[in-house]
């Protein structure tokens, strides 16, 4: 930022007369870091014309943890916990993306069993729905439409109970990890999960009631923050952003992970690109998400759920007073961890707001080299420019809300 | 009521009945069918495109851009000269359709010469497939290295690239718009080259933010930041006007 367009806000800048005798006047404004549409602290500096937005510099940086760099200092296993913090609304999401890196470094994808695919592919969609609701909340909020999100935050607290059953907590689970999953899948599992699957097809019937068809909903969204598919591609959008914008891609589709190629989905795909589009786009993979979890709840096979390698993961306590072995296998993977060969790997998955990119480079040691996250938000925060330009400075709302930011994941 | 995706979709307002179409899986007739007209002919060559055909075509086309090709665990990797990039990269998009940038980043290795690598993610949408295209830059007393920018190529290359710039001192040769992202303005190191230290400065005195090298403060800017083995981080911010970041041309 150049320091004089930092300091110009809340400016007038120096008017102009037009042709017809108009003063013609455009004023810089802050918004953001700290205004609840934001949806965390972005800062938006905008150059308006009356109400009219004529340009947009995003400003961010403001959540950045250094998550990059304190990874660098972790052995593998307990850099995990910080890939929670990151995009904190879809957790699991990103421990799979990273516990599917790990894995491909060390070569043991063969050895995950199918137990485990399909309670990491349960758990993500379940994610997914989790920040679609979100999503969905905050974005009706943001446009007036205050029930909305109690009704989202409603259906949220049972996906977050299935969570905390599961493993204990409710949002940073580092459930799924480099090797499996933390812990067994409790008993009661598909009951509490079952109870959750048989009234969300409900009550997603209720929201799609309450706004699909809603004409105030229609006048704020339709044909706001268009961005064409050309756009869209070329600034690396990813996700319900670049679906939206009719570019049919899904990284569950083509490049299957975790067993995705087993379940059968389909992926909506808008065609206008705006901000309606996006929401149909979501509203309809929430549906098709719930229909992967029950598919997984159907076909769940049983098996360990972790991979029966010592050197990944530890060998089960009882062994440990028993055998020599398994005590030393324990002791070296809680004091130093596990070392991949040397190499970088890149893995992308489709998280609930796109392509998540985890790109680690091991130089032989038990902690990762480099480790870099392709955020989703990031690239997706990019195109905000594009599509508010010559918008209202009403519907700058709106299309951010389209994006699903999340600045955790921005900055990171 | 029933809400499936047919009755919902009838329900939609009446200009949008045309979008049903839309909603279809997918699969790669889809996605052949998605290309340009004119390329609707050329399926054959774009079902052949894998990410280790692509690597023999651009060794083909740039035999003089090429230090060294790597695979490992099925990722293909490309060793570029740097002086190449930009004709490699448009080759790429535009022959081959690698028209999605998944991200730049960057590696240090300081006991490495040259020191940092530049990492690039390519995608190609229609074939499916996958490359990264890698630059060894950084010679010895050369603190900020310059990299030729791809903005021109992928225009969303803007933002990874600054996010290089700021956290690991590369510059780009050409960029629009070079600042940092997302450490503060005034910030005059760069985070994550394997000399910053993880846990911040080691200040003479205690101050407010410990770690803040703030040249507008008095307190801070007189004093010089050391790594912990001696060697000295901040750089020398007279020389730059305040509206230049150190590394960067001039305006």
């Known amino acids: ?412 | 009521m029933k809400y499936d995706l047919a009755t919902l979709l009838s329900q939609l307002p009446r200009g949008q009945q045309g979008r049903k179409a839309d909603f279809l899986k997918c699969d790669l007739a889809t996605l052949l069918s998605q290309l340009p007209r004119g390329q609707q002919g050329r399926k054959a060559v774009f079902m052949a495109i894998t990410a280790a055909s692509t690597v023999e075509k651009v060794r083909e086309k740039f035999p003089q851009a090429i230090v060294e090709t790597v695979e490992f665990r099925g990722e293909q990797t490309i060793v570029l000269q740097p002086e190449h990039l930009v004709a490699v990269c448009a080759h790429l998009q535009k022959n081959l359709q690698y028209t999605f940038l998944s991200s730049i980043t960057a590696v240090h290795w300081p006991e490495r010469l040259p020191r940092f690598d530049v990492v690039y993610h390519l995608l190609s949408i229609p074939n499916r497939s996958e490359l990264r295209l890698k630059l060894r830059v950084g010679e010895k007393r050369e603190e900020h290295p310059s990299v030729p920018t791809v903005v021109s190529v992928w225009p969303g290359a803007n933002w990874y690239e600054r996010e290089v710039y700021d956290l690991f001192g590369i510059t780009f040769a050409g960029h629009p718009d070079l600042r940092r992202i997302l450490m503060p303005m005034d910030w005059t190191t760069h985070p994550l080259r394997k000399d910053y230290p993880l846990s911040g400065f080691d200040l003479p005195e205690p101050h407010w933010g410990g770690q803040v090298p703030y040249d507008t403060d008095p307190g801070v800017g007189s004093q010089t930041l050391r790594t912990p083995n001696g060697r000295e981080l901040n750089e020398n911010r007279t020389r730059f006007t305040q509206n230049q970041e150190p590394g960067t041309e001039k305006r």
């Open chain 1, 1 to 412: 930022m150049q320091q004089q367009e930092i300091e110009n806000v809340y400016t007038v800048e120096d008017s102009q007369i037009s042709e017809d005798g108009q003063r013609t006047d455009t004023m810089t404004i802050n918004m953001g870091p700290q205004h609840p549409s934001t949806h965390g602290v972005l800062r938006l500096i905008l150059t308006i014309e009356g109400e009219t937005v004529i340009k947009c510099v995003p400003d961010i940086g403001f959540l950045h943890t250094g998550i990059e760099k304190t990874a660098e200092a972790k052995t593998y296993h307990q850099a995990l916990v910080l890939t929670d913090r990151m995009d904190y609304l879809a957790p699991l999401c990103n421990n799979l993306g990273y516990s599917l890196a790990v894995e491909k470094l060390l070569g043991i994808e063969n050895e995950i069993s199918d137990k485990i695919k399909y309670v990491r592919v349960l758990l993500a969609e379940l994610q997914r729905i989790a920040s679609h609701l979100v999503w969905l909340g905050t974005h009706a909020i943001d446009l007036g439409a205050m029930s909305v999100f109690l009704y989202c935050f409603r259906e949220r607290e049972m996906i977050l109970d299935v969570f905390e059953y599961v493993s204990g907590v409710r949002m940073m689970t580092s459930y799924i990890c480099p090797g499996g999953l933390q812990a067994e899948v409790p008993a009661g599992f598909d009951d509490i999960v079952r109870k959750f699957t048989s009234i969300f097809s409900d009550r997603l019937r209720e929201y799609h009631d309450l706004l699909t068809n809603n004409q105030l909903w229609l006048e704020r969204t339709k044909g706001v923050g268009h961005l064409s598919a050309e756009d869209a591609l070329a600034y690396g959008a990813s996700g319900p952003v670049l679906r939206g914008s009719g570019v049919v891609w899904d990284i569950r589709k083509a490049f299957p992970y975790s067993g995705y190629e087993k379940f059968d989905f389909d992926i909506p795909v808008g065609s206008n690109g705006d901000v309606y589009d996006r929401y149909l786009v979501r509203m309809l993979e929430m549906d098709q998400s719930l229909k992967i979890v029950n598919q997984a709840l159907e076909g769940m096979p049983t098996g360990p759920y972790r991979v029966q390698n010592p050197k990944v993961a530890p060998p089960p306590k009882w062994q440990i007073t028993g055998s020599m072995e398994a005590l030393i296998h324990h002791f070296k993977l809680f004091t130093e961890g596990y070392r991949p060969p040397v190499g970088e790997v890149y893995v992308r998955t489709e998280s609930p707001k796109g392509e998540l990119g985890f790109y680690i480079v091991s130089d032989g040691s038990a902690k990762p080299y480099r480790m870099h996250v392709r955020a989703p938000s990031f690239a997706n925060l990019e195109v905000l420019p594009l599509m508010i330009d010559g918008c209202l400075l009403a519907d700058v709302v709106a299309a951010i809300g389209s994006i699903d930011i999340v600045l955790g994941e921005v900055d990171r």
